[in-house]
Structures are given as structure tokens and as C-alpha cells.
């Protein structure tokens, strides 16, 4: 119970950080970009809806938005034009950035439109409901299930940080070689300036048999 107990506390804050549920504005003629730093081969999946702003009465025509997520390189996964509402998921193909974009038409008098929008990455986007069958799986053995597969995720993740605290310690031992040598440089070059100087002066003196 103990243990099962200190898994819970320690996994708990790190599940907050796979997914984001808000809701936002979007003014008329500009666009606002939601960004998520995901982790390649992660599935990510996404909800988003309008906010009718008369309620039971038709969603009026310029509150429809434009939608589209890409990633860090412009690469595009989702793109979805004059919607009130959707969906989208797909595997992370390359690792950081991804960013889910809504926009509005223009319209006068500029007003805003209010959008529901729910992103979830690695474990917190797992579809647990599909996992359970039917009579065959109790709610404990679900809580088990996610238990094993969020240890799984936190082993993963933390291989990766490890790779990536590799990759920038190589990159800041490659940093500091270059600073080395080009302190060196700099040396050689203020002492080589300094001896000609020196060479020069003396030449100098010598005609003007000052020395």
C-alpha cells in the first residue's frame, strides 16, 4: 500500500505536464498558437470546439475557425478550415516544438471567439477505455494497467533526458575546445603584434641613433 502510494505522489506531477486543457480567445483576423514540447515517437492527440456564443441558437458564420498543428519544421499533421469542432492524433515522427494554430476570419466590428481545446501527449494519451473489455477487466486491474504503462513512460522519458544531458554535454566540451584554441590563437597573435613592435621601435631608434 505504502509503495503503491509513493508511486502515485511521484508519477502524479509528471502526468500534469502531458496534458493541457484550456480555453482561450481568438480575435477576429489573427491567429493564436498553443506550442507543446513532445517527444518523438509519442501519440498526441487533440479536441477542440468553439464556444457558441448564443447558446441553442446556430453558430454564427464568422466565429468558425482555421485549425492546424505542426511541427517544429512546418512539417503538417493536421489542417482543418471553417470548423466548429474537431479532432486530431498522430504519432510524433521527430522530437520537440509542436504547435496547434487557430484562426478567425476577419469580421467588423472585430469580436472574439472562444475555443475549447484539450491536448494530451504519451501516457495521458492513451484511449483507456478501449484497454477495458467487456466483463473481462475490473477496475483494479485498469488502475494497474495505467500504473504499468506510466512506469513504462517515466523509464522512457527519463532515457531520453539521459540522452539529451549526453548531447549537450558533448556540445559544451566541444564549446569549450573551440574557446580553448581560440584563446590561444588570440595569445599568439597579441604576443606576435607585441614582438613587432618591438622590432619596430627599436629599427626606429636605431636611425635616429637614439640607441
Same mark, same amino acid.
Given at each position: ?95 520537440? &516544438? ?34 477495458? &473489455? ?35 554535454? &558533448? ?16 595569445l599568439f597573435i597579441c604576443l606576435s603584434v607585441a614582438g613587432l613592435q618591438l622590432w619596430h621601435l627599436k629599427s626606429?631608434?636605431?636611425? &635616429?641613433?637614439?640607441?
Amino acid at each position: 500500500m505504502e509503495v503503491g502510494l509513493l508511486v502515485f505522489i511521484v508519477i502524479l506531477p509528471l502526468l500534469s505536464t502531458i496534458a493541457i486543457s484550456i480555453r482561450f480567445n481568438v480575435e477576429s483576423g489573427f491567429t493564436k498558437c498553443i506550442t507543446d514540447d513532445i517527444r518523438i515517437k509519442s501519440l498526441t492527440v487533440g479536441e477542440y470546439s468553439v464556444v457558441n456564443p448564443n447558446e441553442g441558437q446556430p453558430l454564427p458564420g464568422h466565429h468558425r475557425i482555421y485549425v492546424g498543428v505542426f511541427s517544429e519544421n512546418e512539417k503538417r499533421f493536421h489542417d482543418a478550415r471553417d470548423v466548429e469542432s474537431g479532432q486530431f492524433g498522430f504519432v510524433v515522427t521527430e522530437d520537440g &516544438k509542436h504547435l496547434a494554430c487557430f484562426a478567425t476570419i476577419n469580421h467588423e466590428p472585430p469580436v472574439n471567439t472562444s475555443v475549447d481545446f484539450t491536448w494530451r501527449s504519451g501516457v495521458a494519451a492513451e484511449a483507456w477505455t478501449k484497454v477495458v &473489455k467487456k466483463g473481462s477487466v475490473d477496475a483494479m486491474e485498469l488502475e494497474l494497467k495505467k500504473m504499468e504503462d506510466t512506469i513504462k513512460w517515466i523509464h522512457e522519458e527519463m532515457l531520453y533526458l539521459r540522452e539529451r544531458e549526453q548531447q549537450t554535454l &558533448k556540445q559544451n566540451m566541444k564549446t569549450n575546445s573551440i574557446m580553448g584554441w581560440s584563446s590561444l590563437v588570440s595569445l599568439f597573435i597579441c604576443l606576435s603584434v607585441a614582438g613587432l613592435q618591438l622590432w619596430h621601435l627599436k629599427s626606429f631608434f636605431e636611425k &635616429k641613433k637614439i640607441i
